[in-house]
């Protein structure tokens, strides 16, 4: 039961990620292109990029952030709809089972689009701070198995 409430934080997290993303994007979008790039300073200054290189990233986060959005709204319905089945009963329902079972192939979805963000923007970056840029996005994000406490 512990894990299924780690599930349901873990995408609650991610939806509340993807509304503010998607509604500071919406509310001004010319202001949010300059604040992104600004967010993303860091890779430059940790991955050595150059001017160009950290252009191709600054599109591919551009053009990545909608899917993301758009995969985190689907995974908070998700969980609205399993909090609504938990809280309406008592046993694994069928439909808690199909509903839970759905919110495991969005969260599969979501990590592959994650991952296939990464390695587009690890292959805009000279090979070496590529491989070090997928490495540090593999323990900071979803992506790395956590481990689970029995205690």
Not at 48 to 58: I, K, N, P, R
Request: hydrophobic share 40%; charged share 25%; with cysteine.
């Amino acid at each position: 039961m512990k894990r299924l409430w780690k599930i349901l934080l873990c995408g609650g997290a991610l939806g509340a990620l993807a509304f503010v993303l998607a509604y500071r994007h919406a509310a001004h979008p010319s202001e949010n292109h300059i604040m992104e790039r600004a967010e993303l300073g860091w890779l430059r200054n940790d991955f050595s990029l150059s001017e160009t290189q950290f252009t191709e990233v600054c599109r591919l986060h551009d053009a990545y952030v909608p899917r993301c959005a758009e995969l985190c709204r689907r995974i908070e319905a998700k969980n609205t709809e399993i909090g609504r089945l938990i809280t309406g009963g008592n046993t694994i329902t069928p439909e808690l089972d199909r509903a839970l079972t759905e919110a495991g192939q969005l969260r599969v979805e979501c990590q592959k689009a994650m991952l296939a963000h990464f390695f587009s923007v690890s292959r805009a970056m000279p090979p070496e701070e590529g491989r070090r840029y997928l490495q540090r996005m593999f323990e900071s994000t979803s992506l790395r198995s956590h481990h689970m406490s029995h205690e």
